[in-house]
C-alpha cells in the first residue's frame, strides 16, 4: 500500500529556508511512505514513480534517510526500509491505544448493520471480547467488555483459529472466503460473522463482528453483511499497521 504524491514543484528558489526544511522533510516522508508491507524493496525508478519526485531528488532523499538507517541500499541498487523505520513501528505497535483505535470502526459498523459490534483478541485457548458498540435495537445479543468465550464455538473464535493456522476443515475453508458465518454455534439464539484484522507485518490482531438474535440475523441476511464486514477489518487493519486512510 502506498501514496501517490503530486509531482514534485521544479523549482524551491521562492520558498523560504523553513519552508524547504518543511518541504525536504514532507518529501523525505514520502520516501519511506512510498513502501507497502508486500515491498521488500524498491528500485530507484519505482519510489520516483510512486512519490512523484525526480530520481536525483529521490536519490538525495534516499541516501539522507541511509545515514540515520531508515533506509538501505542493496548490492542489486534497490532500497528497502532499515532499522529505524522498523523500530518506529515496532513503537507504534506498543504504544497505540487499542480503544483508540477500534471504538470508532465499530461505531460505524453498528450504525451502518444497526447490530451490535465486537473486537475479539486470543488469549491461548479462549477468545476475549476487547470492544463493543451495542446495536440500537432493543433486542440484542449481549456480551460484556473482558469476557473470556470459547474458540471453537462461534464466528470471532473459528476466524482467530482458521488465521492462526489451524489446520482442516471448516478452517480450510474460512481462510479461502476470508470470512465466517456462525448460526446458533455458540448460543443456539445468535448467530454471527466475523473476520480477521491484521497488524504490522500482517501478524493477526483480532477479530471483528456483527453478531444478534438468529431470528433477526438469518444466514441470507449475513451474507448481505458480508460486504460492511469486510470493509470494517480491513480499515482496521490499515489503521493498525499505520497506514494512511484515503
Not at 523560504?16 to 511512505?33: F, Q, T
Not at 525508478?45 to 525526480?54: C, I, W
Not at 529521490?58 to 540515520?68: E, H, P, S
Not at 454471527?192 to 501478524?203: C, E, F, H, L, Q
Request: glycine share 8%; net charge neutral; proline share 5%.
Amino acid at each position: 500500500m502506498f501514496h501517490t504524491m503530486n509531482a514534485e514543484k521544479p523549482s524551491d528558489a521562492d520558498e523560504s529556508p523553513a519552508e524547504e526544511g518543511v518541504v525536504a522533510v514532507r518529501r523525505a516522508m514520502s520516501i519511506l511512505a512510498a513502501f507497502g508491507v508486500e515491498d521488500t524493496h524498491l528500485s530507484l525508478a519505482e519510489l520516483s514513480r510512486r512519490t512523484g519526485f525526480h530520481r536525483s531528488t529521490v536519490l538525495r532523499l534516499a541516501r539522507t534517510l541511509a545515514m540515520d538507517d531508515y533506509l538501505a541500499q542493496r548490492p542489486d541498487g534497490t532500497w528497502r526500509l532499515a532499522r529505524a523505520a522498523g523500530w518506529l513501528g515496532a513503537c507504534y505497535q506498543a504504544t497505540f491505544n487499542i480503544a483508540e483505535i477500534v471504538q470508532p470502526v465499530l461505531r460505524d459498523v453498528s450504525a451502518t448493520t444497526g447490530e451490535s459490534a465486537t473486537f475479539y483478541v486470543r488469549e491461548g485457548k479462549q477468545r476475549i471480547c476487547m470492544a463493543r458498540v451495542e446495536g440500537p435495537k432493543s433486542i440484542r445479543h449481549h456480551v460484556r467488555i473482558g469476557a473470556a468465550l470459547p474458540l471453537e464455538l462461534g464466528s470471532p473464535g473459528r476466524v482467530l483459529l482458521a488465521f492462526s493456522g489451524e489446520p482442516g476443515e471448516p478452517y480450510e475453508s474460512v481462510r479461502r472466503a476470508g470470512y465466517m458465518i456462525s448460526l446458533g454455534e455458540r448460543d443456539a439464539e445468535v448467530s454471527s460473522i466475523s473476520a480477521p484484522v491484521y497488524g504490522i507485518n500482517w501478524t493477526l490482531q483480532g477479530a471483528i463482528c456483527i453478531s444478534g438474535p438468529i431470528s433477526r440475523l438469518t444466514e441470507s441476511v449475513l451474507l448481505e453483511l458480508k460486504e460492511p464486514i469486510l470493509t470494517a477489518a480491513s480499515r482496521l487493519s490499515r489503521s493498525m499497521m499505520g497506514v494512511r486512510q484515503a
